[in-house]
T-cell receptor
Framework: RKEVEQDPGPFNVPEGATVAFNCTYS??????FFWYRQDCRKEPKLLMS???SGNEDGRFTAQLNRASQYISLLIRDSKLSDSATYLC???????????FGTGTRLKVLA | DAEITQSPRHKITETGRQVTLACHQT?????MFWYRQDLGHGLRLIHY???????NKGEVSDGYSVSRSNTEDLPLTLESAASSQTSVYFC???????????FGSGTQLSVL
């Protein structure tokens, strides 16, 4: 089993739709969780950290479910500019190392 | 503004040659990382450093080496380039307090 798993997609959604991605992780001791966004052939950029209580940043909401060992990202009112690959990132407990999922591709269609 | 820069952006080399990719950050971050990204594998950790004179192997370190002589730089060396090392390489750094990773813009390396 991979340490961090994501559905590769692509998720094709119309503009204005709400879309959600999940990411599962295998190490129950992981403490830090992030969502990164990566545009084609560019560097990953931090979208948001994921906190235990859940957190929201504009149209984006991230949640953590420790019991089931997954994190989620919800995007409301999708824009064309949201088209990208979304990477789930989980830390390796006791270190500053991070494990990346292979990413979920999102295409927002006009 | 603080930043992290990689050079070169693109590099073509021949098998067997030694290649060094540069990474320079002005965040004053202690932690620095090298990743490679390939289709179907996502980002995989090559080497990392938690400070000056500290280096550690990641999951795909064979054929690569790094050195950390100062806070700002973590050059990645391919001792004898192989075609399997054709990839996109990303350098990243993070602060020990907030743990967020910041990436350079990447180096596309082709080994022919």
């Amino acid at each position: 089993r991979k340490e961090v798993e994501q559905d590769p997609g692509p998720f094709n959604v119309p503009e204005g739709a709400t879309v959600a991605f999940n990411c599962t992780y295998s190490n129950s001791a992981s403490q830090s969780f992030f969502w990164y966004r990566q545009d084609c052939r560019k560097e990953p950029k931090l979208l948001m950290s994921v906190y235990s209580s859940g957190n929201e940043d504009g149209r984006f909401t991230a949640q953590l479910n420790r019991a089931s060992q997954y994190i989620s990202l919800l995007i409301r009112d999708s824009k064309l500019s949201d088209s990208a690959t979304y990477l789930c990132v989980v830390n390796t407990p006791g270190t500053y190392k991070y494990i990346f999922g292979t990413g979920t591709r999102l295409k927002v269609l006009a | 503004d603080a930043e992290i820069t990689q050079s070169p952006r693109h590099k073509i080399t021949e098998t067997g040659r030694q290649v060094t990719l540069a990474c320079h950050q002005t965040w004053n971050h202690n932690n620095m990382f090298w990743y490679r990204q390939d289709l179907g594998h996502g980002l995989r950790l090559i080497h990392y450093s938690y400070g000056v004179q500290d280096t550690n192997k990641g999951e795909v370190s064979d054929g690569y080496s790094v050195s950390r002589s100062n806070t700002e730089d973590l050059p990645l060396t391919l001792e004898s380039a192989a075609s399997s090392q054709t990839s996109v390489y990303f350098c990243a750094s993070s602060d020990v307090r907030n743990e967020k990773l910041f990436f350079g813009s990447g180096t596309q390396l082709s080994v022919l």
